[in-house]
Every structure is written in C-alpha cells, then in structure tokens.
C-alpha cells in the first residue's frame, strides 16, 4: 500500500447531518477531498455533503441554512458555528470555454454525481449505512500512488483546464504518479489553460510551491503547462549554466532550492524566482563558462511582474521580490558587524531572517562539492547578526538617537533634505553604533546642513 489507508470517522456534526437527510428519505454521502483525506489517514479541512435532497428540501430540514450556491445546488447549513456544504447530487451541463459548465441539472442519481468529479480518488463517497461507493477504483489507485481521471481525461480536461494544474499539484501534495492516459491528455491539452483565470491558477500554484513535493512541478514543465502559466520558468528549465559553483541548469537549480527551504508561500516563491533573471543575463566567456550579471535586479523585476500577472496580493508580491532582489546581497563576504548592520538595513529588519532562509536554500541547491566552505560563511554571517540582536543595535530610523523633528528643532526647514540628513545620520550609526547618541548626531547635522 503507497499509503497508510485509514479509515474514516465523521465528525458528530456530520453524522448528524447525513442522518438528519436521511431520516427524512433523501439520500446523503460524505464525498470528495474528505474521503480522499480520510483513507490516506489525515484529518479532512472541510467535509462536503452530497444528496438526493433539491436545495429546498435541505432548508427545510435544518433551521440554520446559507444559500450559498442555489443554482449549483449548494446550501451551507449551519450546526454550532460551523458550516457544512451541502450539494445536490449534479450532471454539469456542456462547458463553456473550458471553465464553466453552462448549466448544471439535478440528478437523483449518485453515480452521475460522481462521474463529474475529477480524478477518481476524488469520487468516492461514505455513509455509515453504505459505507465507501468507489465507483471507479480510486482507493486502489491511491493505493498504487495514482492520479487517474474519472472516465476520458481529453474530455474531462476539456471540460475544465484547471483540472490539469489540480493533477500536478496533487501530485505534489501526495508524492503520486499522474496516470499514463491523463499525463498524455495534459500533454495535449495544456493550451487550454489560457483560458483559466489567474485567480484559479495562482491557487493551484500556490498548493503546489507550499507542497511536500513543489519539485513536481517539472511535471508541468515537461507536460507543456508551465510553456503556459509560467513561460519565463520554462525558459528557466532550458538554461544551462557552466560554473563551478553550479551542477544544474537554473531551473532545476531552482526546483532543488525549493525544497531546500520551509513551506511558506513567501519563502518557496522566492526560491522559485530567485535566479529568473537569469536567462535574459546570460552570457558565456570563450570557454564556456556562464555569467549572470545583474541577474538578482532583473529578475526582481520580473518576478514583479510574473506575480502581478498571477494576481497575488501586494504583501506577497514585495516580499518575494525584495527577496529575489537581494538574494545574492553579500554573497561570499566575510562578515563584520558593519557590514552586517549595512545588510539589515538595507534588506530589512523584517525580512532579514526570511533572507537568510533562503541564502541558506541556495546554497543547499549548488555544488556540493563548495559546500561546506558556503554553509560556514553564511554560520559566520547568522552569528554576526544575532550579535546585533542581542546588542540591540540600531540599524533602522526606528532607533536612531534623532528624528525629523530633532533637525527642524536645529534649524531645518522641512522637506527632502531632512530625509538626507537622517540618512546620513543612519549611515554613520551603522559604522559605529557608539555614535547613536542625540548630541553627537545632532552635532553632525548642524555641521553638514546648517553651515
Ligand atoms: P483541497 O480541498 O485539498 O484543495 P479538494 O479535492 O477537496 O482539494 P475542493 O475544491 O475542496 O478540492 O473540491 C471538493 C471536491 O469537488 C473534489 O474532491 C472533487 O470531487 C470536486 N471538484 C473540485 N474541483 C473540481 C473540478 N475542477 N472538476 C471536477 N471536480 C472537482
Ligand atoms: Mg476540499
């Protein structure tokens, strides 16, 4: 068995809504990603319910109800706080677009219900009555570690694009296989999913990067997807590098730095678009050796907008690209606790840990063969840094001996030169943290600005 198949226990809320329907002569089944969840023995995030029942029926039988999508057939009724989707078993209509079924019809059949579900590991359903209805072979395909369509996957992809990215970042949730049939039809059909909005693709993207396995992802490179929703990547994976301090093409480099860092969104998209800029800086010395000059600031630059095109939200967008700004910042350099201080300040105090993640991550995907010699410098440069924590040194405005209203209180009228002042100011703090003191820094400005 690929994994520990558990056995599924609905929670008492559920139970109590799958009797509730039941009770009144409806059908109604636990269904989709909560089995899935259950028999690969992790607790489900949410539980659907799918029934006989039209919507209306269900509002009668629960005092508490949301209409949340009457005309897919999906009310969410309310027991204690906590909402459970309940949906009419459905045939979706004839797509349009690859994206939205033009109609859907109830059926009071929960075969056709099933049949419309993706994979098959996503169309089994549980009641304590029944027990499991496995339709298709999903349990043996999770058993055997497979992502297989429900009935034609050229059909079911047509249907819906998105349902090819869904297949890769399953698969890279769940260290599975795409199925022979289903990786050919994505192969073939990965141009639909110029269709898919960006919202739905940044979605999947964002499971997959956040995934166990986000170097599954070449899957959708080598399916054609990633040609799609990510070309300037897919460049990536066609650029090789012929230096030292490198064994893979910067792709894949990339891929392996993924894995190298925590699973947080901010954090494996940065080691996804670190080195993006690389491509377009690539240049080769008569020998063969690959130089990427420049590469961190213009990559940042496409990072931004790879990031605004996939519509992720402003925090996420900045924090990823100040981190592929100064990924390389200081790269090999013997620390001192000025250059240190420069580093915070410049990078950010917020971010500086998030800075020296993904170094640490970058390192880790390089040559092995340097690497000790680069896991010791950046220790030297951690150790450095905690010194500065531990001192509480001022490397930000937010501890500088003095402020704007200091230098008008010297003289200064107010304006851009104030702003210099406390720069200049900051800067001489950073060599020295013995001159963060009001007098002396006021001492300074009224030398260099009031003369
Ligand atoms: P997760 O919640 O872990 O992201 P999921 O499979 O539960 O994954 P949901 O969006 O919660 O995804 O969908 C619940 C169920 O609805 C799925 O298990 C599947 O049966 C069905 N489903 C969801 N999206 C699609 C789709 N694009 N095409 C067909 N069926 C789908
Ligand atoms: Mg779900």
Redesign the pocket.
């Known amino acids: 068995m690929k994994a520990g198949m558990g056995s599924i226990r609905l929670p008492q809320k559920v139970r109590q809504i799958l009797e509730r329907i039941t009770g009144a002569g409806f059908e109604a089944y636990a269904?989709?990603?909560?089995?899935?969840?259950s028999l690969l023995g992790r607790v489900?995030?949410?539980w659907?319910v799918t029934t006989s029942a039209t919507p209306w029926q269900v509002k009668e039988l629960f005092p508490r109800t949301v209409d949340t999508g009457l005309k897919h057939g999906t009310v969410t009724v309310l027991l204690g706080g906590e909402g459970f989707e309940v949906t009419t078993y459905r045939v979706?209509g004839e797509y349009e677009d690859a994206r939205h079924p033009r109609e859907v019809t109830f059926t009071s059949s929960l075969e056709e219900d099933?049949k419309?579900?993706?994979?098959t590991?996503?169309?089994m359903a549980y009641n304590e009555g029944t027990g499991i209805v496995d339709l298709f072979g999903g349990a043996e395909d999770m058993e055997r570690g497979l992502i297989r369509c429900v009935g034609d996957p050229r059909e079911?992809f047509t249907?819906?694009a998105?349902?090819m990215m869904?297949a890769i970042?399953?698969s890279a949730?769940l260290d599975y296989e795409i199925e022979d049939r289903t990786r050919a039809a994505i192969q073939e059909l990965a141009g639909n999913l110029k269709k898919i909005s960006a919202e739905r693709i940044q979605a999947e993207l964002t499971?997959l990067v956040t995934s166990a396995h986000p170097e599954k992802l070449r899957i959708a490179y080598e399916t054609g997807v990633l040609a799609v929703i990510l070309p300037e990547f897919h460049q990536a994976m066609e650029t090789e590098q012929k230096h030292p301090h490198h064994h893979l093409n910067v792709g894949e480099h990339s891929l392996l730095a993924m894995e190298k860092v925590e699973a947080s969104k901010e954090l494996r998209l940065a080691m996804l678009l670190h080195d993006i800029g690389k491509p377009a800086c690539r240049t080769a010395d008569p020998d063969g050796t690959t130089h990427f000059h420049g590469h961190a600031a213009a990559g940042e630059k496409m990072a931004r907008k790879i990031l605004q095109r996939l519509k992720y939200d402003n925090h996420t967008v900045d924090t990823v690209c100040r981190l592929v700004l100064y990924h390389d910042y200081g790269n090999g350099v013997v620390p001192t606790p000025a250059i240190l201080r420069r580093a915070v300040n410049r990078i950010g105090e917020d971010l500086f840990p998030s800075f020296l993640a993904v170094r640490r991550a970058d390192i880790l995907a390089q040559n092995p063969a340097r690497l000790s010699e680069k896991l010791e410098n950046l220790e030297a440069w951690t150790a450095c840094y905690r010194g500065i924590l531990e001192r509480k040194e001022c490397v930000s405005p937010r501890t500088l001996a003095i402020t704007g209203t200091d230098c008008i209180a010297l003289g200064m009228k107010p304006g851009r030169e104030i702003g210099e002042a406390l720069q200049g100011a900051l800067e001489l703090v950073l060599e020295d943290p013995e001159r963060n003191q009001k007098e002396y820094l006021c001492g300074w400005v009224r030398d260099h600005y009031l003369k």
């Open positions: 269904v989709g990603g909560c089995v899935r969840d489900p995030e949410d659907d979706d099933l419309r579900r993706d994979f590991m996503n169309a079911r249907e819906d998105l349902r869904r970042r399953f949730q499971k």
